[in-house]
């Protein structure tokens, strides 16, 4: 399992914010933001929580862990359907 940003992609396409705009409201550095731009690169929980503060946001509007693993199901959802079938069947 990784860490993935593609929420805060999402959500500052949803607001119509730039990483730019982010990173000057947020105080963030350049070098941050590639980071989050990179699969496996992480940064700290203080960066986080000001970005969620930044963006008045919760965790899971800029996090979610994503599996390093090729999903099984043929699909492009990262094991999303497997993972809540299992979960309705207990």
């Known amino acids: ?4 940003y593609k929420p805060l992609w999402h959500t500052l396409i949803e607001r119509n914010m730039r990483k730019e705009d982010l990173r000057l409201a947020a105080g ?9 731009g ?10 986080l929580a000001r970005i969620c503060e930044t963006l008045d946001c919760g965790i899971m ?10 999903s099984t199901t ?15 069947r207990y």
């Open 1 to 4: 399992m990784h860490i993935s």
């Open 28 to 36: 963030l550095t350049t070098n941050m933001i590639a980071n989050m």
């Open 38 to 47: 990179k699969e496996g690169k992480h940064i700290s929980m203080d960066t």
């Open 61 to 70: 509007d800029v996090i979610e862990l994503a599996s390093d693993e090729p």
């Open 74 to 88: 043929g699909g492009n959802d990262n094991g999303k359907t497997e993972r809540k079938n299992h979960r309705e």
